[in-house]
């Protein structure tokens, strides 16, 4: 129950349109889930199977791109599917209209098996404008040395392409497996890689590790808690937070939401069906509407002026924090523009 505070502060807060905000130091985000097909099958992908499919028509690529094209200054726009290079359209078409009808710049996220004559195209449509490829890694589907040769050799186009680029690595830490993960993150950085751990989630948050893997973790990630280093899903409730107005989602349809979690509580995330035990989903019909920012399809999308104070008790994703668009703690290390990568 300690849930519904929060959220009814953010719902009055956000409707206060003239309370001043704190000062924004954040970089504009939106995560672009540009379609849910997907070439693997990870057994903890946090997306159901039944959401990894499908993939826009141009019509609706089109007036999502033309939304983006709208935004004010200078967003970063972040794509990720399902898997976007499973997608042919992603190369053929969203990625050169992004770069004709927008002014924004463009990272991505991707399970890297794309071939590498891909992957040079996306770094040469990119060029200055590219700035982060989060690659993640699957050990179940990918091998360790393919990966890294690839890695390299796409180093070398982005050396080329994209000078103003970054390269982080993503591993989840499968329960299981997690003693695995000395061996990627010494490969990774043996070859100038960057190794960026992930707690593994579940429904209802993280999931459970034993007393030895919690050990493991400790010592891989040097008992970081900085969302630089590792993604620890971690609980902002109760920070202030610019979802809604510095950084959103959008998803294949183009319905943009404030942020992950949000459109989880909206109800409408399949991956993510409310639990129905949970106080703090029942009667949020206030809540549900807050979620929502509307459609680049329809054309009712619209952004907040101001943010409010989370009010959820988990943050899956590290764009977030690393953006500057949820206020961290002073004692939080809050990375430069120069250094978020994640
Ligand atoms: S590659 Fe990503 S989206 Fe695809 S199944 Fe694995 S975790 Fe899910
Ligand atoms: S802190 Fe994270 S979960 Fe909370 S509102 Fe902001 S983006 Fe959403």
Redesign the pocket.
Known sequence: MSFLLPIAKWIAKSDRQHETAPRSKAQPTVEWQVNGLCNYDCTYCIQSRKSRVGYPDTATIDAIVGGLGTLPGVWEVKMSGGEVFAFKGFIDHVVPQMMHRTQHVISVLTNFSAPIHVLRRFSELTGSRLRITSASFHPDTAKLDEFLAKAIEYRECRESNNPNSSFVVNVVLVPGSVSHHFRYRDALNDAGLRYFPQLMKIRGGVYPYDDSEIAMIAEITGGSCNPREVNRAPN??G?F?E?GMS?FIVDQKGEAY?????KKYSGVDDAFAPDEDDDAVNGQDDFKVKARLGSFVRGDFQLFREGGL???S??PCTV??NRG??HLPPHTKIPTEEEFDA
């Open positions: 902002y409730q920070f937070c979802a950084y404030t942020c992950r979690t949000a989370c009010p959820y988990i943050c977030p924090a668009i949820v």
